[in-house]
């Protein structure tokens, strides 16, 4: 079993910053991607980003693109989301998820994370 704790969440004013942090513990030598994902209000999850573990490559949602930056820890098996210049429009929960090898889907995800952007 894999655990997945994020934090870094809060409250900031439209064009500030915040940087997300997931940990995960467990059994933590299979990860082969890991995403971040949010939820707003009456909308669905959507994809934000992910970094795949053995190469470091990085892919975004064009919504985030240029604001938004993904990395990671290997050592501490954390991946961080650095979010810069901040729009309401991202307000939601945000979630990180880990991906097995050979799995088709995201295997394990956090409990979330608030994120509100007042203008």
């Known amino acids: 079993q894999v655990q997945l704790v994020e934090s870094g969440g809060g409250l900031v004013q439209s064009g500030g910053s915040l940087r997300l942090s997931c940990a995960a513990s467990?059994?933590?030598?299979?990860?082969?991607?890991m995403g971040w994902f949010r939820q707003a209000p009456g909308k669905e999850r959507e994809f934000v980003a992910h970094?795949?573990?053995?190469?470091?490559?990085?892919v975004y949602a064009d919504s985030v693109k240029g604001r938004f930056t993904i990395s990671r820890d290997n050592a501490k098996n954390t991946v961080y989301l650095q979010m810069n210049s901040l729009k309401p429009e991202d307000t939601a929960v945000y979630y990180c998820?880990?991906?097995?090898?050979?799995?088709?889907?995201?295997?394990?995800w956090g409990q979330g994370t608030q994120v509100t952007v007042s203008s």
């Open positions: 467990g059994h933590t030598f299979n990860i082969w991607r």
């Open positions: 970094i795949t573990w053995n190469n470091d490559n990085t």
């Open positions: 998820a880990l991906r097995r090898p050979f799995r088709e889907n995201y295997d394990y």
